[in-house]
């Protein structure tokens, strides 16, 4: 995988995040991709494969009736097989907001996203507001 090929990659997945492009950004999951989100939340914790990440995103985007969104802040940081993004997110549920920054990395593989490392600027705020189950 050259640089390139990741750098191309992890901007059509950031690309449909932005626009709320759902199926694009998880037909870009390799089928056995992991994916580490972070917290305490009833989102959190390792997710296994990509009807699993799917279901996640679902959840975040119906818990916040389709506010949750993803924005990247500056190009990619691109390190062989992986890229790391500033990203500041969002979403309102239940009078409620969220809004913060953070850094996402991923790991390229075979021109799919085989993992995903995502980190909060404010850890404790993001838990309380996507809350427990």
Do not use: C
Request: glycine residues 14%; negative net charge.
């Amino acid at each position: 995988m050259t640089e390139s090929n990741t750098a191309a990659v992890a901007q059509q997945y950031y690309e449909a995040m932005s626009s709320g492009d759902i199926p694009t950004a998880t037909g870009l999951f390799a089928p056995d991709i992991a994916w580490h989100q972070p917290g305490g939340h009833r989102f959190a914790g390792l997710k296994d494969g990509a009807a699993a990440v799917g279901e996640m995103i679902g959840g975040q985007m119906d818990l916040t009736a389709g506010t949750f969104a993803l924005k990247f802040t500056g190009g990619p940081m691109i390190n062989g097989d992986l890229a790391a993004f500033p990203v500041h997110f969002s979403g309102e549920r239940e009078g409620a907001e969220m809004s913060m920054d953070g850094i996402d990395v991923l790991r390229v593989e075979g021109g799919k996203i085989a993992e995903m490392w995502l980190f909060s600027a404010d850890q404790d705020a993001e838990d309380a507001f996507w809350g427990q189950v």
